[in-house]
């Protein structure tokens, strides 16, 4: 054998030798890599609803809010209150009789809304802390998500684990749980963000062409609250299997459910308004028919000229008062009009 099949053949074992260790110890790293960044860092309860204090002008998160608040919204604000005074003034001084009360109301209520939003994601995290703990504390030491091993370890990799389905199932859980991670470190990062910037968008809900954007900005903070709560349950379901394919398919769950609800739609939203778009869909289908028949109901009014048929006349008698009644309307429409509406002209 020639040089280049030696050292062909010496490079082909040593990626077997690794793979085969990768195999071997593929669900302990996993487990190693969930128990250490996802359960230490992004499941507990106190980093997944973390305590936001941006009282503080000294620096951190606290700097940044005010820079945005003293640079950004007050501006806003201003010229929002600016251009609102203008048009008070315009609607009455020119005598417009506009009615600006539900105007007024409406921004008073998003400007309101608008100087406490952040104490309301703040309370948003403290209401989805205290429902997260009851999950969290869930299934005691053996069926609980804090400890990887209790679902990952039950990872079977087959009767042969240095074929290539145990290399594609190490490779599947590795895709998973990195997966997993990067989907709960962007929520960890709206929760974050959100309560700087609320406030600017919040104001947006004043203008129609600006309403959508503000609306999606709030749902997708409150999706991303909630969103811990619905990932524990697959994982602690997790726990009480030792099927392989369903372990992926819980841990696969526990990855999808931040993206569907944060997909707009939001889920939670349409969960919130479901019985009100039910009640909208069934009002656009009702009044047309009722517009319909009303119409109709104008016109049989107006052919038959307010008579009235009793069951005792003959079909060629009804025929005959019928016709005499639109004869008698179409007559009166087309009489001219009475002088006494007009203004006398004298020859």
């Known amino acids: 054998m020639d040089i280049v099949g030696i050292i062909s053949r010496a490079i082909v074992d040593a990626i077997g ?11 302990l790293v996993a487990t190693v890599l969930y128990n250490g960044y996802i359960a230490g860092n992004l499941l507990t309860p106190s980093e997944a609803f973390p305590y936001l204090n941006f009282n503080s002008l000294s620096g951190g ?32 001084s020119l005598e417009l009789k506009y009615n600006l009360r539900n105007m007024w109301i409406k921004v008073l209520l998003i400007l309101i809304l608008s100087n406490v939003s952040f104490f309301i994601s703040q309370d948003l995290l403290m209401l989805g802390n205290s429902i997260y703990t009851q999950i969290y504390n869930f299934g005691g030491s053996r069926h609980n998500f804090h400890d990887g091993s209790n679902f990952l370890m039950n990872v079977n990799l087959g009767p042969n684990p240095n074929t290539t389905i145990g290399i594609f199932i190490i490779v599947l859980v590795f ?47 409150i999706d991303a609250v909630f969103s811990p709560i619905l990932i524990g ?50 009002a656009t289908r009702t009044i047309p028919i009722l517009k ?47 002088n006494k509406t007009f203004f006398k002209v004298r020859p």
Not at 22 to 27: F, I, N, S, W
């Open 175 to 221: 895709f998973l749980v990195l997966f997993l991670l990067m989907t709960l470190s962007i929520r960890l990062a709206i929760i974050f963000t959100f309560p700087i910037l609320i406030p600017i968008f919040t104001i947006f809900l004043i203008l129609p062409q600006t309403r959508d954007l503000g609306i999606k900005i709030w749902w997708l903070y």
């Open 61 to 92: 998160e606290g700097s940044l809010y005010y820079f945005v608040m003293f640079n950004f919204y007050d501006p806003i604000l201003t010229i929002i209150l600016t251009a609102l005074g203008l048009i008070y003034l315009l609607n009455a």
């Open 17 to 27: 030798v690794l793979l085969s260790g990768l195999v071997a110890q593929g669900v």
């Open 292 to 338: 319909n028949v009303s119409r109709d109901l104008k016109n049989v009014a107006i052919v038959t000229g307010g008579a009235i048929y009793t069951g005792n006349m003959s079909r060629k008698n009804k025929n005959i008062q019928a016709r005499q009644s639109v004869r008698n309307y179409s007559s009166r429409s087309s009489r001219p009009p009475s």
């Open 233 to 282: 349950i697959p994982l602690i379901l997790a726990t009480y299997s030792n099927n392989s394919s369903l372990i992926l398919g819980f841990l696969a769950l526990s990855d999808t459910i931040p993206f569907i609800l944060m997909k707009e739609p939001s889920f939670i939203g349409n969960l919130g308004f479901l019985f009100g778009y039910s009640a909208e869909s069934t």
